[in-house]
């Protein structure tokens, strides 16, 4: 289904980043054409006056707070509205409607180059009659529902309903089920992403299939090239070397002429460099990064944020100081957390990507808090209406901060928060393993095996 909230309180975080070096070239914009007509029930609106509903849609920065505008438009008297969406990558965007300043919803809409999307619906009862009519956002719907029905296998198995090898089994057919959509939808956003999940969800199961799934989709659309090298990487550091992997990542960019792609190559690299704690390599290689591709304006955004995690948050060194409070009250700080591993996590409860991976953050607390892993969770822009609402329907199984108790600038500053959800795991010295960012997900296991391999090596 797609997603449709009503809005009740303003949920923007109140939080700033500096800005970036200043650089003439942005993303090149694509553009898709929306229409529809949105009415209200005639028992409320005797004069069918339906003018004045805003459409717009907002590119949000990482952190969430609203930017450039990618649509704008008002509907006329019979609530008939049309325009042109300019946007610079296609993707889910949020599309928030209101009338007379009010907020009353945001709809979910993928937007893709040259789509003609018509949205229509009637208030007040507009999550049950709004009807999207677009190629790409009806394939998407389609692709929605596999996610929801692999989300559904991995609560099951953090719930301990369902065993290994049965696990294993299904897994296997839901991956089967994401290629077989993938296949029937090349060249589409929804296919697109349900390849990169097929591939995603066989790691670690069947990694000769992933890797084999891998090559055939990059040959297919090379707009996930940057994917590969994520996913490769990880495959070839674990069976070969970082070496290897690294050698990997130059065998893709030879195969790419499109700039950008080369360009996040080269991201792709320098993180791999610092995450395995070659951080002179890194910063050397950062160097070289700048002065080739310091043109666009997304390559300084993230030199100037992995500089300061060079400095604050390089793997191995510690954790900065913090002090927070729970919402059962209880006083949570760095030196009363040593002693254990933890994942220190920063997100906004109403952040798509974070719902979506909750359900695999309940099964990776539910193994590993047998091994004394902790998980502290700090939600940005929330109250305790938006903290209650987020866990209706789901279980707190871990410390989340109480909203309003603590400085969101003085976190977004002492840890480079740039993009949420993130997450930092921390050793049981209180150092720095890794920090995660958005859908870095996956790795955290890796992660967490490596700390406790090492605490196991400790000598006593």
Not at 2 to 24: E, H, N
Not at 210 to 234: C, N, T, W, Y
Not at 367 to 375: L, Q, R
Request: charged share 25%; with cysteine; aromatic share 10%.
């Amino acid at each position: 289904m797609y997603r449709i909230c009503y809005l009740v309180l303003p949920l923007a975080v109140t939080i700033l980043i500096s800005a970036c070096g200043k650089t003439d070239q942005a993303e090149p914009l694509r553009t898709a054409y929306l229409k529809g007509q949105i009415t209200v029930d005639p028992e409320l609106d005797t004069l069918r006056n339906y003018s004045g509903f805003q459409l717009r849609i907002v590119e949000p920065d990482s952190l969430g707070q609203l930017s450039d505008t990618l649509f704008h438009a008002v509907t006329d008297s019979a609530g008939i509205y049309e325009g042109e969406a300019r946007f610079p990558r296609s993707g889910v965007h949020s599309l928030a409607l209101s009338r007379h300043g009010e907020d009353l919803a945001l709809v979910d809409v993928i937007l893709v180059e040259k789509d003609t999307i018509k949205i229509s619906g009637e208030f007040p009862d507009f999550e049950n009659s709004m009807v999207i009519e677009s190629e790409e956002n009806e394939l998407f719907d389609s692709y929605r529902r596999l996610q929801a029905g692999v989300s559904r296998l991995y609560q099951f198995a953090g719930a301990g309903m369902v065993s290994a090898d049965t696990l294993n089994l299904e897994i296997k057919k839901w991956s089967d089920l994401f290629w077989d959509f993938y296949s029937e939808n090349k060249g589409t956003f929804a296919g697109q992403r349900s390849a990169a999940t097929s591939i995603r969800i066989l790691e670690g199961l069947e990694n000769e299939l992933m890797m084999q799934r891998l090559k055939e989709a990059v040959e297919d659309d090379p707009h996930l090239i940057p994917f590969a090298s994520r996913i490769g990487v990880r495959y070839y550091a674990g069976k070969q070397d970082l070496d290897y992997a690294l050698a990997y990542i130059d065998s893709l960019e030879r195969h790419s002429s499109d700039d950008r792609i080369r360009m996040e190559l080269k991201r792709n690299r320098i993180n791999l460099l610092y995450d395995s704690a070659r951080v002179e390599s890194a910063r050397l290689e950062l160097d070289q990064f700048k002065d080739r591709y310091l043109k666009y304006r997304e390559a300084s955004t993230w030199a100037e944020r992995f500089e300061s995690d060079l400095t604050l948050l390089a793997p191995g060194s510690d954790l900065p100081e913090f002090a927070v409070l729970s919402v059962e009250g209880d006083s949570l700080t760095k030196a009363g957390m040593t002693g254990s591993p933890y994942i220190l996590e920063f997100t906004r409860l109403d952040n798509v990507l974070y719902q979506d991976q909750f359900d695999r953050n309940i099964a990776i607390h539910h193994i590993y808090k047998n091994y004394g892993v902790n998980f502290i969770t700090i939600p940005f822009g929330a109250n305790d209406i938006v903290l209650n609402a987020f866990f209706e329907e789901r279980a707190r199984l871990w410390p989340f901060i109480q909203p309003g108790s603590f400085d969101a600038d003085d976190l977004v500053e002492t840890f480079n928060i740039n993009v949420v959800p993130t997450r930092i795991l921390v050793d049981q010295q209180g150092r720095v393993v890794r920090k995660y960012e958005g859908t870095e997900f996956n790795d955290i296991i890796r992660g967490l095996q490596i700390v406790l391999k090492n605490d196991q090596e400790e000598p006593s």
